[in-house]
């Protein structure tokens, strides 16, 4: 496919992603995401971010799968879940599950710092290689559980968590900087929901549940080691 005809699918996704904001916009107390977030959701070749034979499906509302059982969420909820973060030019945000690195080339036109952790080594390696050739320099990845955080460059500013966990992960909510905000999809397998959580100034947290969602299960275990 053109430049040209991935431009055109692209300015789709956005109307799409615009529609879907109105359905909850009762949820969200809103009807529109922020402005910075759909520019950038309009600019990043989310294209590049996928593997090679579902290009042409790329900008569809729809997750699709990377390999290892993994997938890259519906451009709505990226759209959706960036917007919940209210990321400021001086943050420094931690994504938990980097995937083939779409949501972090998201992050990082927003953000100061990304800082990623992906599980699979296999996907890693590839996101690294595809941030780099679109020239995401503010972005490191590691190969690590994400349910453990990163403690060594907290606290962060902003968390996302793409990997649903039953519950929130303490490790995560310590490395979340006071006056923070996560964003994160939790819950049993058929019951999940899109959380935000935000802590205040003295340290106190709060959750708000925002929609139901269907993410893969976050690692509780070291990679490598199996739990019976």
């Known amino acids: 496919m053109s430049a040209k005809e991935f431009e055109i699918l692209r300015q789709h996704m956005l109307l799409e992603i615009s529609a879907g904001v109105v359905h909850v916009s009762d949820v ?6 922020d402005e910075r977030v759909m520019a950038v959701m309009g600019s990043v070749p989310r294209h590049e971010f996928v593997p090679v034979e579902l290009q042409p499906y790329a900008y569809a509302n729809i997750p699709l799968p990377i390999g290892f059982e993994k997938t890259i969420s519906q451009p ?101 900087k006071a006056g923070g905000k996560m964003v994160i999809p939790a819950g049993l397998p058929d019951a999940q929901q899109l959380v935000l959580v935000e802590k205040n100034s003295d340290g106190r947290v709060t959750t708000r549940e925002i929609l139901q969602v269907r993410f893969s299960q976050l690692e509780e275990t070291e990679p490598g080691i199996t739990s019976n």
């Open 76 to 176: 709505f909820i990226v759209a959706l879940m960036t917007d919940l973060l209210d990321i400021s030019a001086n943050d420094a945000v931690l994504e938990i599950g980097t995937g083939l690195g779409y949501q972090a080339a998201i992050l990082s036109r927003l953000a100061r710092k990304v800082y990623s952790i992906e599980i699979i080594e296999e996907l890693a390696g590839q996101a690294k290689q595809r941030l780099r050739r679109q020239g995401c320099s503010n972005i490191e990845v590691k190969v690590a559980n994400g349910y453990h955080g990163w403690s060594e460059h907290a606290p962060f500013d902003k968390v996302i968590v793409t990997a649903a966990p039953d519950l929130i992960p303490p490790p995560l909510l310590h490395q979340l």
């Open 28 to 33: 969200l107390g809103k009807t529109a995401l």
